[in-house]
């Protein structure tokens, strides 16, 4: 009975972490076409109070968004290695966040060329938000997937 | 606190720019490791060996401000925990190796309180009654492949006092241990971090030594560099690639699930899980915010500009210098502190938060200071605080230096304070 117990709850552990992993599979709300990253950030900090992580990943995972990011060189260096500001600098950092950018074919090029050797510019970009991870737990971390440059500036 | 640092600054406080604010380096720094002080990472420290070039010696120091005089039981490594130095060496900031401390606690005799029942002249003294021993393992962190390095290897013992231990150093350096080309030492030593802790009184520094007369739970690690190196070789002088660097960091981890019996102890099961984490100095201290520093704790150096990339953007130790001190702090760039996340990053390696150390040959401990590994002599509050102010002028907390010199040969640090010295 006592081994029952323990393996039951080691189990329990396990499956807890696995839940986390994985992205939940729900139909796409409406009303998140226009959404900021500031409205994510804000709904963070709602949920921060409320504990509502659940319903903040469901109603954000999968969503496409237009957001205008900034990319500094140093933190975006290949297709393969992109996180860019989700916040203009000079806005107190309450939340850490950088999205991580995994780009649609050709795009990382496209945004190399239109930045250039800049150490910082600003880009209008649109993806989807393919893994968000929110809990008390484990620090915010977004994932844009299929990022397509839209508009660029220095 | 920011409220309150506001107040302050309405009020009218203002304090001599020349001793600002600073924290120790990572001494119960967030509120979970707080609870847990045996696993509680305090400072990471790495520089080439002043006594053979081809060696790059590791300091990892846990278990924060302990009082010399803290018996019966006294302080030591956790039986129930992993104690790790990590080493990325490709720039990828994805540790290649580790090397692993477990500890197991033994006792002589259980019918007495006392943690020696007689004066200790060596480690092998039948009247040193409480012991502690390790193992030693280099794990391959891409394979998971463990290798012993050593075992059984005896844990310095606690600087009871001058009754028990007439001349305690000797003692302690009977359990450096070398083994396969790797020297280590486990056991207490004098805090070697030096900081005016009164930052914590609403930022009230003014060059106290706080940190003086304390001891912390060392680990210390001396290996050849070609045994850290990316494919086990010493890049060439002058080298300025990825591989010229290795990145280190140390953590704790423990047991996920634990079992309190009513009456029979505790058991513990499942995989080891990060607890506590460090690389640079005084980063989760001032760095991460409130609200990330347990999760700064849990998670790994890769994804640090993922999760907290903006904090390191946009720091917020200058804006409280500029607020509570008046120290003409430069503001934020529009593009953010670039130049710190270069300091994360230095040749192309990814930024992290890992202590950079360039390995390349020709490379002396007089090369190895902070940012570029870290001696134990460098003053990092002053260096970083400058660092993060970005005026151009140099500030600190007013304490330059430690209460006890160094030693030229391993283990490097300073002996420990005793529980009870000699009295005149």
């Known amino acids: 009975m006592h081994k029952c117990l323990v393996l039951l709850v080691i189990t329990a552990a396990a499956c807890g972490q696995g839940d986390r992993a994985q992205p939940q599979q729900q139909p796409s709300p409406a009303g998140l076409a226009h959404a900021s990253q500031a409205d994510l950030a804000r709904e963070i900090a709602e949920a921060d109070r409320l504990g ?28 393969g290695d992109c996180n860019v500001a989700a916040f203009p600098i000079q806005r107190p950092a309450r939340q850490g966040w950088m999205p991580e950018l995994q780009f649609a074919p050709g795009q990382y090029d496209v945004l190399a060329g239109v930045c250039g050797d800049r150490e910082a510019c600003d880009v209008t970009i649109e993806g989807t938000l393919r893994q968000l991870e929110v809990s008390a737990e484990l620090p915010t971390s977004v994932q844009l997937a299929n990022v397509k440059i839209v508009t660029a500036r220095s | ?49 002043p006594n053979n070039p081809g060696n790059l010696v590791i300091v990892a120091d846990y278990v924060p401000l302990l009082l010399p005089a803290s018996g019966p039981n006294f302080y030591k490594f956790s039986d129930n925990a992993r104690y790790e130095i990590h080493i990325d060496n490709d720039g990828d900031a994805v540790p ?197 520093k347990d999760k700064y704790n849990r998670t790994s150096p890769r994804d640090d500009v993922a999760n907290f990339g903006a904090y390191i953007l946009d720091p917020e130790v200058p804006k409280l210098l500029n607020l509570v001190l008046h120290a003409n702090c430069a503001p934020t760039p529009a593009m953010g502190r670039l130049d710190i996340v270069g300091l994360l990053g230095p040749n192309g390696t990814k930024a992290a938060d890992l202590l950079r150390i360039n390995i390349n040959q020709g490379q002396t401990n007089n090369d190895s200071h902070f940012p570029n ?43 420990p304070h005793s529980g009870n010295p000699p009295r005149p």
């Open chain 2, 96 to 292: 290649d190796i580790a090397y692993r401390w477990t500890f197991r606690s033994q006792r002589k005799n259980g019918a007495t309180f006392l943690y020696n029942t007689g004066p200790v002249d060596s480690l092998t003294s039948p009247n040193l009654n409480v012991t502690q021993t390790y193992r030693l393992e280099k794990v391959n962190e891409r394979t998971r492949q463990t290798t012993t390095i050593m075992d059984n290897v005896p844990v310095a013992p606690w600087n009871v006092g001058s009754r028990s231990f007439a001349s305690y150093e000797p003692v302690a350096l009977q359990a450096v241990t070398t083994a396969r080309g790797v020297t280590s030492f486990a056991g207490p030593r004098d805090e070697p971090f030096f900081v005016d802790l009164h930052v914590f009184d609403l930022l009230g520094v003014g060059g106290a030594h706080t940190t003086d007369g304390v001891n912390v739970m060392s680990l210390v690690l001396e290996v050849p560099i070609t045994d850290v190196a990316s494919r086990g070789t010493r890049p060439v002088a002058g080298a300025s690639g990825k591989t010229s660097v290795v990145g280190i960091y140390a953590s704790a981890s423990r047991p996920r699930v634990r079992f309190l019996r009513s009456g029979r102890g505790h058991d513990n099961f499942g995989d080891f899980v990060q607890v506590s984490r460090l690389g640079w100095p005084l980063v989760n201290e001032v760095i991460i915010p409130l609200q990330d």
């Open chain 1, 52 to 79: 509502t992580w659940p319903e903040l990943q469901r109603r954000w995972q999968g969503q496409t968004v237009r957001w205008t990011v900034t990319r500094q060189r140093l933190l975006c260096r290949s297709a």
């Open chain 2, 373 to 415: 590994g870290r001696a134990l002599t460098d003053d990092v509050t002053d260096t970083l605080l400058t660092v993060a102010c970005n005026n151009g002028g140099k500030v600190g907390d007013g304490v330059d230096a430690n209460d006890k010199p160094f030693t030229a040969s391993f283990p490097y640090l300073a002996s």
């Open chain 2, 1 to 49: 606190m920011t409220k309150l640092i506001q107040s302050l600054a309405i009020a009218g406080l203002t304090l001599g720019a020349g001793a600002l604010t600073a924290s120790a380096s990572s001494h119960r720094e967030a509120p979970a490791i707080a609870e847990d002080q045996y696993v509680d990472n305090t400072d990471v420290y790495a520089f080439i060996s």
